[in-house]
């Protein structure tokens, strides 16, 4: 019947692939989580040379996984051949940021590779590859991965940013002692970083007496517009401090919850936080990926349009994109 043709797989590319990010999101992509519970895979896991032989570890457990849509593993130090035919790209691989370090630090180690790995996808992806960026500084990968990839369309290269979005319903959740899965629409702005800002002023909860506004139930502006705040932007500085390790599987889940609702659509009524290449939306200047609320249908994202910005929320949209302003010539100065 109908029902038992398969799909043909999907490739997905996973870097830095025996790391704490890549360990934990192979299996969540090879059961389905990411593209669907009846979308074969096909992975390509990449990392570096010194980390074959744990990276050939994790492909020994795939095998052992026995995940019914798991098609293929490739797993490789080769970029051109963990890149060949690719139609999805995580971008995980790069220098995690230790305990004390700001993003800045990890910069010139990271956005070297994202320069290199531009041509590769450029080279020997599949047309209409969509790329996720994960590794930090993530805004920033993604916008020299796209320099440097000139011939991928500018809306196919994204970086994450659900993970603050997600950080953000799940401090709202705990708050209001509501399930975090009815409250949506919060909006994670501009850099994935500590200037980010997390506004809740268009979130609301789904009740027994329908959908109120975060803002009325919460009942707290105080509250809203300092701590809540600022525990969101230094989430991940609070995990590194208590795992001594950054994020992981918060991370791998939000990844692919963004891969996810891009390519089989957000729900009525909901909108996600991508960065995404500005087009000067929300007087954001074109030329930054910065985070902005979407709603994606049929693979392509939108800026969600036309909310109100109050003067408190301006300011902070503006100060988070000069961060990247100055990250994007920092950038460029380290890869002189
Ligand atoms: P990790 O050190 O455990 O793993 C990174 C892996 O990348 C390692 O296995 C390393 O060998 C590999 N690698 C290094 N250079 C590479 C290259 N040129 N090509 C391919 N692989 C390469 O780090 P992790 O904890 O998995 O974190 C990965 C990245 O994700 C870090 O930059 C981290 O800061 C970032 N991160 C981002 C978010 C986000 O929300 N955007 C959240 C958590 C972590
Ligand atoms: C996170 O947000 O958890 C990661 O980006 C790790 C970090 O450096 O903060």
Redesign the pocket.
Known sequence: SFLNIEKDPVRVLVTGAAGQIGYAIVPMIARGIMLGPDQPVILHLLDIEPAAESLNGVKMELVDAAFPLLKGVVATTDVVEACKGVNVAVMVGGF??KEGME?KDVMSKNVSIYKAQASALEKYAAEDCKVLVVA?PANTNALILKEFAPSIPEKNITCLTR?DHNRALGQISERLKEHVSDVKNAIIWGN?SSTQYPDVNHATVTTSSGETPVRKLVADDQWLNTEFITTVQQ???A??KARKL??ALS?ASAACDHMRDWVLGTPKGTWVSMGVYSDGSYGIQPGLIYSFPVTCEKGQWSIVQGLKIDEFSRAKMDATAKELIDEKSLAYSCLD
């Open positions: 995690p940021r993003r930090n993970l994935h989430r991940g500085a995990i590194i950054s994020s991370a």
